[in-house]
């Protein structure tokens, strides 16, 4: 019996191994998908970097200064020297800051924030006088560090003058002016603030003797610019206790004493 023909065998073997799979095309499609992404990704990039550089969109256009007190914004604004048109995010903001401070020693901090889309915000902080020091018929103001920040004609209202009437035992070798100096500071800077309002002048004779002279005729014998926050305690308990009184010692704030006398 003749066995089967070559095509009989050819269609039995495709019947045995199944229908025709189709192409895989998945690993054709796959780097066209990733080169569509790298595009897309860069254009991105391109898109983003020209907003922020070149565009017109975001770059300065005004520049605000707020927390001025005795400074005007344009001088702030003279100070700081930012280049309207400048792109927003190319500013160097601690550059800026570090200008205005240098320029302006009255200002004590200065915080420079983007106000996008087109602005620039400049909050300063002033330095506040707590004394004043004589300069050849002006006057250098002083602020709570010790800092002499600025020299003025007319001395500001409430803000004490330092007076130094150093005796021969004053200890001006041992600590020096500039110390002494400082403790007054320190002093002027503990007093109450309700004294503070009161106080004339700072009057220093040694490192350990520093008296305030208040209006109405009323001195107060601080002591030395140690413990002050006794100090000024003990002052105001004084001051409520013998409100009559003119002459207040605190120096000891363990023991103080006032007198009318």
Not at 39 to 50: M, R
Not at 242 to 257: G, I, K, L, N, Q
């Amino acid at each position: 019996m003749a066995g089967p023909t070559t095509a009989e065998r050819g269609k039995r073997q495709q019947q045995e191994s199944g229908p025709p799979r189709p192409p895989r095309r998945g690993r054709l499609r796959r780097p066209h998908m990733l080169i569509i992404l790298l595009l897309a990704t860069l254009l991105a990039i391109g898109g983003s970097v020209w907003l922020l550089y070149g565009s017109p969109y975001l770059r300065v256009k005004r520049v605000s200064v707020s927390g001025t007190r005795v400074l005007t914004g344009a001088q702030v604004r003279e100070a700081a020297d930012v280049s309207l048109g400048s792109p927003l995010i190319s500013l160097d903001t601690d550059a800026i800051a570090a200008r205005v401070r240098r320029k302006l020693p009255r200002i004590a901090t200065v915080d420079v924030v983007r106000s996008w889309p087109r602005g620039i915000r400049l909050k300063v902080t002033e330095r506040v006088p707590v004394l004043l020091i004589g300069n050849g018929g002006k006057f250098d103001e002083v602020d709570k560090e010790g800092v002499r920040f600025a020299t003025v004609s007319e001395p500001p209202r409430a803000v004490p003058v330092l007076e130094l009437t150093l005796s021969p035992s004053s200890g001006t070798r041992r600590f020096g002016t500039d110390r002494l100096i400082r403790g007054a500071v320190r002093v002027a800077r503990d007093v109450p603030a309700a004294v503070a309002r009161d106080t004339r002048t700072v009057k220093v004779r040694s490192y350990d003797s520093i008296t305030l002279e208040l209006t109405g005729g009323r001195n107060v014998l601080w002591g030395s610019g140690e413990k002050g926050r006794a100090k000024a305690a003990a002052l105001t308990a004084l001051m409520k206790a013998a409100p009559r009184a003119r002459h207040f010692d605190v120096s000891v704030p363990t023991a103080p004493a006032s007198s009318a006398g």
